[in-house]
């Protein structure tokens, strides 16, 4: 389990990994983020009301939802409850993250707020609690820049950037980069089985389950479905 | 106070407690070995899942497009060992010219 290098060379190699890790994704966000800016203007929200959703909410589906849904009309309950559900995922980060995590209260509450998929998947695929937590934090700070920034550019510039997403192709991006955490993992079985049922129950339940519900129904159903069957074989 | 306003007011308090749960609560408490193989394998099926939804969920559709083409790629330079950075613009570019092609 623990593979931390000795040497200095080696941390700094292994740094140098995860800070490309933490860059592809985070260059695969900034167009979601213009997406967002863009979308924020269109639903009538001010240039500071859009900053407030990617500070102190960020999340990007869920701010995605709650805008979406105020520029169709939506009351302010369904906005925010939309957001929310998409968001409970979030717990369950959490739960993952929390061991590497540890430190001072202040530390930990604010490291809180950069608990999202990126940093989560980024982080969880590192071996050792310190790259684990070297990948949330990297990962996590690399997207809220980004991810602000490019909302203040899509509020203030762009209105059809959704057009460039797909000509570039760039929604392809988060999925590549999610397969790409993922594929360490498949040489042990009972993470390759973990990973297929998750891929299952997921795409099962989007016809069925409100978004955000499928991603989080996966983790339990296929997890606890692992848990205990080879439990010499699970690390 | 607008709309917007309140929604982002209980969005991101909501959301706060739903993100710093963990991290709070638990802390570095060490939990028991069945709930630490659970944390173990939760990554596994949380990328997967990440990865099923991204590319063929579109709101409550199933939809299968360019983007199924580009992570057929990924894969394949994944299994290729093409490095990370690679994988992503490969993934993007096989998107894009489906797009283009179909």
Redesign the interface.
Known sequence: MDVVDEDGAGDHAKRRVIQRQAASITAAVAPFGIVFGAAAATAGLSLIEAIGFSVFVFGGSSQFAAVEILGDGGSVASAAVAGLLLNVRSLAFGVIMAPALAGPLWKRAAMSQLMIDESTAVGSAQQGLRWQRYGFVVTGLAVFAVWNLTTVIGHVAFSGAGDLIDDLGLDAAGPAAFLALLWPRLSSRPQRRTAIAGGVIALALIPVAPAGVPILASMAGAAVANVGRHPEETS | M???????I???A???V???????V???R??P??VQ?????????????????????D????VID??L???V???LA?WRRV???V??L??????????LVV
């Open positions: 607008s709309d917007a306003t309140i929604v982002l209980v969005l991101a909501g959301t706060y739903l993100k710093s749960a963990g991290p709070l638990l802390g570095a060490s939990l070995i069945r193989q659970l944390i173990d394998l939760l990554p596994a099926a949380l990328l997967a899942a990440l990865a099923v939804v991204s590319t063929m969920g709101g409550a559709a199933i360019a983007r083409v580009g992570l790629v990924a894969g994944l490095p990370f950075v994988v992503i490969l993934a993007s570019a096989a998107t894009a010219l489906t797009r």
